[in-house]
């Protein structure tokens, strides 16, 4: 039976894992995140920074590396011009694209080493725990 210290073990070295696979398409994991984040809609700094729980500085220095790539937009808001929205542009959905597929084959990869059963269940238990980090940021957040 696996302790929470084996899962909180196995999901750091896949970070790292997919964190070194990352770095050979010139992207980190922290802007593939972002990349991530932006698919789901535009979004301001602040929650940016709540949801890869990183302070305002250090999304800033995020986002401004991707807006020079031209992967992301910062726009104003239309209604509140206090506050500037990022989207991601067609460039940046390439790229996250292309790094989503990369780290698909990596997690293929490693998954291969399982018998279909196996398989199943690790995807269904990772699965689950996006479910529970869904949760969780809904909660966070209501």
Not at 50 to 65: C, E, M
Not at 86 to 100: E, F, K, N, P
Not at 130 to 135: H, K, L, P, T
């Amino acid at each position: 039976m696996q302790t929470n210290d084996d899962a909180v073990r196995v999901i750091a070295r896949l970070a790292r894992v997919f964190e070194t696979r990352l770095g050979e398409e010139s992207m980190s994991l922290p802007q593939f995140r972002v990349l991530a984040f932006l698919s789901e809609g535009e979004w301001a700094a602040s929650a940016l920074a709540d949801w890869l729980a990183v302070s305002r500085p250090s999304i800033t220095a995020i986002v401004d590396t991707l807006v020079e790539r031209g992967w992301v937009e910062r726009h104003d808001s239309p209604t509140d011009r206090r506050r500037v929205l990022h989207h991601l542009t067609a460039d940046g959905r390439a790229a996250l694209a292309s790094s989503t597929a990369t780290l698909d084959e990596t997690l293929g990869t490693l998954l291969d080493h399982l018998d279909a059963g196996e398989r199943a269940r690790a995807l269904d238990g990772l699965d689950q725990l996006g479910v529970a980090m869904r949760r969780n940021r809904e909660a966070v957040t209501s």
